[in-house]
Every structure is written in C-alpha cells, then in structure tokens.
C-alpha cells in the first residue's frame, strides 16, 4: 500500500508519496464474527461494509470533521475515538439477541479494532487486568500522620501538617463487599437516628424509622427498604492514607488516596492561622453524592506484548 500526503499552500500543492507502514492508518479492523458490520466516520455518508472473517484498513473521508468512528452490526450502534483501549458488549437483536463484543487496542504501533463473538477471545485481545497474572501487590494504610516544624534556635513551633481520616462513612452490603456508600444527605440521616439509640441502646423499639421508605435496626446494623428487602450496613471510617500499589507482565497500577489534610500556623499574632485546610463544598452540591476524599490519584501504564507504545 502506499501512503498520500497533501498539504495545500497559497500557490502550490504538495502531494507526498510514501511506503505504507503499519500505524499509518487510523485503525485496522477486524470482523471476526458470522455477521457483517458498516463502519463510517461520524458527520459523512459513506458506509463501508464488513463481511465476516474480513478486515480492512480506515482512514478518514473527511478530516476537518469530527474525528470519531461510528459502527452497526444489526440493529446496534456504537462510536470511538481511536485513542484508547476498551473492551464493549454490544447486544443485538436482529440476530436474535446475540451478545458481540468490539475491542479496540494497539497491535504495534497500529490501532486496531476487533468484533469478536467469543468473550475469551475479546478479552485475550484486551489484555484487561483481570486476565493479568499479578507478580506484585502491596496497600498501605495509615490512620494519620502529624508533622511539626520547629525551629531550634528560637525554640518556637513554626507549624504543624496533619494528615488524618475521614468523618464518618455509612456504607450498605452490596455483592457480598461494602462498596456502596450512601448520599451525604442520608448519612447525616442514619448518624443523627444512630446517635438517638447509643442514648438509649436498650429500647424495646428494634425499628427505628429513617425516612418514609427506610428503616433501621441499628442493633443487628439492617437496613429495610422498599418491598422489605433487608441489606446489611456498616458504620466506618476511610483511613488518613491509602495507597495501593500493583504490578503484573504488562501493567503497573498505581492509587492513592488522601482523605483530610490540614497545615496550621504557630507562630504568635499570626495573620493566617490556618494555611491550609479543605473547605467543604456547598450542600446543594454534596447533599445527594457520596464524600470524597481530599486528593485521589490513580494511574495504570500498560505496555503490551504486541506493541511497544506504552499506554497511561
């Protein structure tokens, strides 16, 4: 194949020949299912068509518009951008509800698209985190840390940086782990109601009634809802410091999380004596979201087996 190049001046054109080199075009796709599928750039009209067991290269028709890649396969869509990894489910019901999966990921330097009728497959394409064999995994958990800078000649404390945790977190049973945090809202709520029974633990009253629709034994820590569907709760705390670190053949996964963190000044006749501290935001923002933490960062690097471009 060859690659053309046009770049368009005041008073010329240039047109620039070149051998085709894998990565040139925006992607590679691959139809690796019983059905066909059209792909098109998103804005134009032209349609091409993908048979089974069949691939081609893209390019773009047009590329002062938008620069997204749009599918069907029956009577399901999709798009992409070309530009990161991913691994979809796509559900179509002219062929009888069948379940498709597209896969887009780097094979060398080429971005590659994949439709695919076989999970194990698609996920093998993926390379999805899951499937990686870990070789190493460390989590550090730190309640809080304080930190005090003094300053020795003048025998004075200068200032003083904490670290430590979180309020109070109300989270419900969700698939045999907590993982579901409540609404700031609610759990003001369920602290008030939790705060009533430690005055009176031994009240004959097991349910103690939260909203119109919840309830609470705070005895047994069950929650009722709606139709008496019963989940448990957990009353709990996220620690001042928590890092995971992991590793496999192909990535490195890092997350950090720092939940209160505050510096105060201690020298006298200050003009700030806070310098640093996390203002809450306003309630009519936070009423209806879960809490989240002062800093959080997560970051995973993959580099592939089939590629050397390493993707963060």
Sequence with gaps: AVSVSVTVAESSVVVHLTPFAPGMAPAHIINHTEHSVKFWQKGGHKEVELRPRESAMFTWADVTKNR??????????????LDQGQLLMIIDSVFFGRFLYFVSFLNGRQRTLLFESDISQASEASGSW????ISMASEVKLFGVGVSVVDNMARKEILYMAISSSAV???????????QAFNVALMELLETKYGEYMENPNDPVQWVGVTDTLSVDFKNMIMKKKKNKEVKLRRCFEKGIWASFGQSKERQKVHIKLNHIQIDNQLDACVFPCML???????????????KPFLELSMIKRQSEHSSVPEV
């Design 169 to 179: 977190l109300w989270e419900a049973w969700c698939q045999s782990i907590f993982v």
């Design 68 to 81: 997204v890649l749009e599918y069907s396969c029956g009577d399901a869509k999709g798009e992409d951008t």
């Design 130 to 133: 899951e499937r990686d064999k």
């Design 277 to 291: 501290a996390a203002v809450p935001p306003p309630r009519s923002i936070v009423q209806d979201n879960a809490p």
